[in-house]
């Protein structure tokens, strides 16, 4: 059985000699393996994980080994070490990529929450800067932003009804000013303002 491009299994009786490994020719003549730390150790009884080094490879080797009581038999699953050590690498540098994904994503997110939310109420300073400014109100439209929280939506819709409301009040107001209750005519205030108005008019043409 093959682990990884250098890595295998390898079934040992309880003197070492080979019962089961990818080497056919090892496995047909027993050879034995116990001088093999890993081996020796699992002949023994024991179980876990070593470094070694391999006389068929001549490299640095990782291995896992077992015992199998009940047949004296014992497990041996060796790797190459740099081999181990790269996909170890590859899977931090995998998983790095991806939490820095998830960071963005994140990060993109709580950007479009901030503007869903400020959004509206940068829009509604907008109006109170224009309404205050130039006192025209016809012209003012809600914003459709149906992501939009709805206390910020009422709250510039209550602004916009506000401002509709004093400038058609402010409209009544100027009209009982200039005109006379009873014909609707203009009166006196009106004719004073139109004379003042002119006579300004004029002087600037002079």
Request: charged share 20%; net charge positive.
């Amino acid at each position: 059985i093959r682990v990884g491009n250098t890595g295998h299994a390898a079934i040992f009786d309880a003197q070492g000699d080979l019962i089961a490994h990818p080497n056919k020719t090892w496995q047909a003549m027993g050879r034995n393996i116990a001088k093999l730390a890993p081996v020796n150790l699992a002949t023994q009884g024991n179980n876990g994980v070593m470094e070694f080094f391999s006389p068929a490879t001549q490299t640095q080797m990782l291995a896992g080994f077992a015992s199998i009581p009940s047949t004296q038999w014992g497990l041996m699953i060796p790797r190459n070490k740099e081999e181990i050590i790269g996909e170890s690498r590859l899977v931090t540098k995998t998983a790095s990529i991806i939490f820095t994904l998830i960071l963005a994503a994140i990060l993109l997110g709580c950007i479009m929450v901030s503007n869903v939310i400020s959004g509206p109420l940068e829009r509604l300073n907008k109006i109170v800067k224009k309404v205050g400014k130039e006192g025209n109100i016809e012209d003012l439209k809600l914003a459709t932003n149906h992501f939009a929280p709805t206390e910020n939506q009422q709250l510039e819709q209550s602004f916009v009804d506000m401002a509709k409301r004093l400038r058609s009040t402010h409209n009544k107001m100027k009209m009982l000013a200039y005109t006379d209750s009873v014909t609707s005519l203009p009166n006196r205030e009106a004719f004073t303002q139109i004379m003042e108005n002119s006579l300004a008019e004029m002087a600037k043409r002079d």
